[in-house]
């Protein structure tokens, strides 16, 4: 069952008229179309800058979309502010990659917690509200609960921290969950726990989850599906196994070539592949094109459309489109 | 043959509370033109390792103990933690250069790239010439992969990766022995990070000098050291050629980051991860500062540390290895 759905995702930036007159808008996003089920995680992989942040705000209703639509359930919503936004993010919760700067320093656990659930109105009395902080911390595995119910952030570890922050975002029972680069700023040992909890949190109470990560080898172990995002648009899709074995999009090939692999057999090649282009001033056609080493002359001006290769999977080539 | 050799180095931070032992008793050689991988998790002292070496510490930083010798080609050596003013000047960017983390946000914004350089050169290599010296910096820039023409360029207008190259070729400057790398390129994107750890192992092949490697990415680590060092709360742990990291890691703690990064490639084989946390290092677990997150762990662990001691391949400290370390040694005195 589709929770989320992104429709034809469309963000331009504009920036305030400066003093050298009016710079262009920034094409953060073109033209993405994302669908979250229920209890299933998918994977958006992309580089820093590829507008994979802005999809995760634009699903958030942060704020709204130059073009396109956000489903929830199926239905169209616009809900930025007032009691429609507070309503919808009692069903979509976000995530963030920094637990150091999510909580607030000066509350303490039992604090954070209990905020959501009084604000949106899930705790009934003193003693429930209390008991459902020690449910939401029994869930993220912060156990034993009394001890950590009164502890202030700078007393948690990182991978605490974000548990904490998890909790947070499921008080409010919602039904769908995007993690912006979740563990990113969590050292190695302790990443793995935090992608089992949320995998876990997803499998048992059917949260719609979007996981976001710049990591495809991470999105390989728990994601089920894989988004690859590059400057702006999807360029390839499909179930996580089948994709990182055996990619189509040359770019999603670059992203698995260039992850460091200790398994690795082949010798370094000597090649300079650039670097990602301004959102500012894209290249037209495929945005890949000006780095991709089988370019056709159709790629520098026209956009691939999406080519269907089957079993769910999906690219944005031309060099796939001509088979 | 070893560049540098670190004996029973410790560095201490002062705090309140009393000392935090950052870095306890490390012995470790760098050998000439070799990249020595530093892999461990933050805390785990290898940054402060890399500047106690580089002589960048400052207080509440000091080092307690320990010697770091550094061994010039011609046969003469230099006591680092010895060094005065004047000659610490001269060993830093002819001997020693360092390239951090942030490295692509410490070049001066309001200065262009070719004085950056020019700056370096000037101060340490005064028999150049002005014309020498633009020469210079033009090769050293094209050297990294950066279009000449870029001297007089301003740094907002090179990308991260750009940036992290010149800061690159700022530290190639003067050919020193040894370059240190403190996470060159953690914050870059992973195509970007390929390619300049392509240029960093060309470079090294051209002028043969040593790399130390920080990072808390092993499995990078993996594919581009000779040597590889895994720190735990201040102490190496292990140290051995990165294929015998690889294919049979001897430290628990070696093998669980081993096996908590996922992998691209081959079967999903299930992730083991680390249970718990690592250690606050101003009360340490007493014995084996692992024990507490490790699954092969007996009574012994908690009441006594194990020396880092020698075995095929390399050397571990942990108490399941001891037996491993004696036959070895008796192999080899036979």
Not at chain 1, 114 to 121: D, F, I, S
Not at chain 1, 163 to 173: H, N, Q, S
Not at chain 2, 268 to 283: A, K, N
Request: net charge positive; proline share 7%; hydrophobic share 40%.
């Amino acid at each position: 069952m589709i929770v989320l759905e992104g429709r034809n995702l469309t963000k331009h930036f504009t920036a305030a008229r400066g003093r050298w007159g009016r710079r262009p808008p920034v094409r953060a996003v073109e033209d993405v179309s994302l669908a979250l089920r229920a209890g299933r995680v998918s994977a958006l992989v992309g580089e820093s800058g590829c507008g994979k942040s802005t999809v995760a705000r634009l699903l958030a209703q942060v704020y709204p979309a130059t073009s396109g639509d956000v489903l929830l359930r199926g239905e169209v919503v616009r809900a930025h502010r007032g009691a429609a936004f507070r309503s919808y993010r009692r069903q979509v919760q976000l995530i963030f990659q920094d637990p150091f700067a999510s909580l607030n320093p000066f509350h303490r656990v039992r604090y954070h917690l209990a905020r959501p659930l009084r604000v949106h109105g899930h705790a009934k009395s003193d003693a429930h509200e209390r008991e459902l902080v020690a449910e939401l911390l029994e869930r993220v595995s912060l156990t034993p609960v009394d001890q950590f119910m009164d502890k202030l952030p700078h007393e948690l570890s990182g991978g605490q921290r974000q548990r904490v922050a998890i909790a947070r975002a499921l008080a409010v029972r919602p039904v769908a969950l995007i993690a912006d680069e979740p563990v990113s700023m969590l050292d190695v040992s302790i990443r793995l726990g935090v992608l089992r909890l949320l995998e876990k949190l997803a499998d048992e109470s059917g949260l719609a989850l979007l996981y976001i990560t710049h990591d495809i080898a991470s999105a390989r172990y728990f994601a089920e599906d894989i988004t690859v995002m590059y400057a702006g648009r999807l360029v390839e899709s499909g179930p996580a196994e089948a994709l990182t074995q055996a990619a189509r999009h040359p770019y999603t090939r670059l992203l698995l070539e260039s992850a460091p692999d200790p398994d690795r057999v082949t010798p370094r090649e000597r090649q300079r592949h650039g670097e990602p282009p301004s959102l500012a001033d894209p290249p037209g056609g495929c945005r890949f094109h000006p780095r991709c080493p089988v370019a056709l002359p159709v790629c520098s001006t026209t956009v691939p459309g999406r080519t269907e290769l089957g079993d769910g999977r999906w690219t944005h080539c031309w060099e796939a489109a001509g088979d | 043959m070893n560049v540098l050799e670190v004996r029973g180095l410790g560095v201490d931070y002062q705090s309140a509370t009393g000392a935090v032992h950052a870095v306890a008793d490390v012995t470790l050689d760098l050998r000439r033109g070799e990249i020595l991988g530093l892999a461990g998790e933050s805390g785990s002292g290898k940054s402060t390792l890399a500047n106690a070496v580089a002589r960048l510490l400052r207080p509440p930083a000091a080092i307690t103990s320990g010697s770091v010798l550094y061994r010039r080609r011609d046969g003469t050596e230099a006591d680092v933690l010895a060094l005065g003013p004047k000659q610490l000047r001269a060993f830093r960017w002819k001997e020693l250069a360092v390239v951090f983390q942030s490295a692509m946000n410490s070049l001066n914004p309001v200065a262009t790239i070719g004085s950056q350089i020019d700056d370096v050169l000037r101060i340490h290599a005064p028999d150049l010439s002005r014309k020498a010296r633009a020469a210079r910096a033009a090769e050293l820039l094209q050297r990294v992969g950066i279009n000449a023409d870029r001297l007089r360029g301003y740094p907002h207008e090179l990308s991260g990766g750009m940036r992290q190259r010149a800061a690159i070729a700022i530290a190639l400057a003067l050919n020193p022995e040894i370059i240190i790398m403190d996470e060159p390129t953690t914050a870059l994107d992973v195509v970007v990070q390929r390619d300049i750890l392509h240029e960093i192992g060309a470079l090294r092949e051209e002028y043969g000098f040593a790399v130390v490697f920080i990072t808390h990415d092993l499995s990078l680590l993996m594919e581009i050291s000779d040597r590889i060092a895994v720190m735990y709360a201040g102490r190496v742990v292990e140290v051995g050629t990165a294929r015998a990291l690889r294919t049979a890691p001897r430290h628990p703690y070696t093998e669980g980051l081993l096996r908590s990064f996922p992998r691209l490639r081959g079967p999903r084989e299930e992730l083991l991860g680390i249970p718990g946390t690592p250690p606050d290092l101003r009360s340490p677990p007493p014995g084996c500062a692992f024990h507490p997150r490790c699954r092969h762990a007996f009574d012994g662990c908690a009441d006594e540390r194990p020396a880092l001691l020698p075995v095929p391949g390399g050397e571990v400290a942990c108490r399941l290895n001891e037996g491993a370390g004696a036959d070895t040694a008796a192999r080899e005195a036979s």
